[in-house]
């Protein structure tokens, strides 16, 4: 049986290559770099390229596992998936905002085994083992230990590619809002999750999203000691896209209102709608 650092290694290494790329071509996307992919949705050269740097580095070391990436789906193979999302934060990057990152998580009969985020502009790597815990840059990270919700900053995110929710999330803000001490949506989910990881957010939640802007940052979350579902409370949210975390006691406040104003909608949507349109 290969050993989970392997694993975590060869995933330490795609992040820190792509990221390498990405950083080095911040600020130099011109218009005829862009692709709109639909409404809201758009894709970049460097998407693409550093996608395929993470793809050839993964399989360079394990050729036979099955890959779930933003651009790319390789079905057939053994019982390991990676989850790869090269550029989280895309809009971020467009603008030259400095919020982006790289997202990689490592599945087993799908259960979560290994997860890195990297970002890039601050050369912070983010990562987790099942198990083990969760590090930053090698050193140990925990979710904070705030217990009072009215002193919790917390992130989120909105659903702006499915304007349909958009009445309901605004509902779930408010009353988040109303009872913590500050909200912040910086648009690069990855990180944001990372961010409870560490204990810099306290709690999180969004809709619509897809399985690789969240396979990695819920196993930081977890694997430092925090919680992270569907906002119903159910499964961990990598499926479903739709996110509820924090530490024990802010997660324990955010999720049940994330779950009284957004299920009711979500489950009423048409057929394939629930989840980020761009998740294909």
Request: net charge negative; proline share 5%; hydrophobic share 40%.
């Amino acid at each position: 049986m290969i050993p989970l650092e392997d694993f975590t290694a060869v995933a330490t290494a795609a992040c820190r290559r792509a990221g390498f790329y990405l950083a080095e071509n911040f600020g130099r996307v011109s218009a005829e770099m862009i692709r709109r992919k639909k409404q809201m949705d758009y894709v970049t050269e460097m998407d693409l390229t550093a996608e395929r740097m993470i793809i050839d580095t993964i399989t360079a070391s394990f050729p036979t596992h099955k890959i779930m990436a933003e651009e790319t789906r390789r079905d057939t193979g053994e019982g390991y998936r990676w989850v790869i999302d090269p550029l989280d934060g895309t809009t971020n990057y467009i603008h030259g905002f400095p919020r982006y990152a790289v997202s990689i998580a490592l599945e087993k009969d799908g259960e979560l085994m290994v997860g890195t985020v990297y970002d890039p502009e601050r050369d912070e790597l983010f990562a987790a083992e099942k198990g083990r815990g969760a590090t930053l840059n090698g050193r140990p990270i925990r979710v904070s230990e705030i217990t009072d919700h009215t002193l919790a900053l917390v992130g989120t995110g909105i659903p702006f590619r499915n304007i349909e929710f958009l009445d309901s999330y605004l509902e779930s803000l408010r009353e988040i809002t109303l009872g913590v001490s500050g909200v912040r949506r910086p648009g690069a989910a990855a990180l944001d999750l990372a961010d409870v990881a560490c204990g810099r957010t306290d709690g999180f939640w969004e809709i619509c999203l897809c399985p690789w802007d969240v396979a990695a940052g819920s196993l930081l979350i977890t694997e430092g000691g925090g919680k992270c579902s569907n906002i119903d409370g159910q499964s961990n949210g990598v499926e479903s896209g739709h996110v509820a975390a924090g530490n024990p006691s802010v997660y324990a406040f955010i999720q049940p209102i994330a779950d009284k104003f957004l299920t009711p909608a979500l489950a009423g949507a048409s057929p394939g709608l629930p989840k980020s349109q761009s998740c294909r």
